[in-house]
């Protein structure tokens, strides 16, 4: 008798052993397939909420808008759409330059005359994202007139930007930038200056494009 209930109490220790080992085993299982998921795609599991800007270390060429606001010598304004051919670079996904040459032709008379623009523009990424960023600019603009009724100009600007890829078409990216702060110089000396905060108005404080990186 007591070897029976020597077997029954070792057969129920094995039965309580084998219910509380079972959770942890299979606890263990998936932690096991949960890590090794996460080992063989780590870069699957990045969103597009952080990470470095796609674009970085690559050449990017494209197209810009924008309007100019030129003031002539009786004091009336100009405004010109002025067309750009434009390259940018991120060197890192915080600091990037752009720069263009471009024509502007004027809306009102006399339309013979043509401005030829360059655009200097260093960039701070302020938020970077996978496949976007806001960034601040700092926008450098002579525009020389090439005919009569517009003078010349030099352009001093300041704002922000977006980037930002299009979807289902890699490395093509359009972009926008608004830049409120602005000094603007008119030539020939003593001609008439802007200095301020606008919406529109000051030289080329609105530019729109895109750009293709290699």
Do not use: C
Not at 101 to 118: D, F, H, K, R
Not at 135 to 161: C, E, F, Q
Not at 163 to 181: G, K, V
């Amino acid at each position: 008798m007591k070897t029976q209930a020597k077997v029954k109490l070792f057969a129920l220790l094995l039965l309580a052993v084998s219910f509380v080992a079972s959770p942890l085993a299979i606890e263990s299982a998936h932690a096991d397939e949960a890590a090794a998921e996460s080992i063989d795609s780590p870069a699957t599991t990045q969103s597009s909420s952080g990470g470095v800007y796609d674009n970085v270390h690559h050449f990017g060429v494209g197209l810009a808008w924008a309007p100019m606001d030129m003031v002539q010598q009786n004091g009336s304004d100009v405004f010109s759409n002025v067309g750009f051919v434009d390259a940018r670079y991120w060197f890192n996904d915080r600091f990037g330059l752009s720069g263009g040459i471009g024509l502007g032709l004027p809306q009102v008379s006399p339309q013979s005359s043509l401005l030829a623009t360059l655009n200097v523009e260093p960039m701070l990424a302020l938020i970077t994202r996978r496949h976007s960023l806001l960034y601040a600019n700092l926008d450098l603009i002579p525009a020389l007139n090439t005919g009569a009724g517009l003078p010349s100009a030099v352009s001093l600007s300041a704002g922000i930007g977006l980037e930002t890829e299009i979807a289902d078409i890699p490395r093509l990216a359009w972009f926008a930038q608004w830049n409120p702060l602005s000094l603007n110089w008119n030539l020939p000396n003593g001609g008439p200056t802007g200095i301020g905060f606008t919406f529109l108005g000051s030289l080329m404080n609105f530019m729109v494009g895109f750009h293709y990186y290699l």
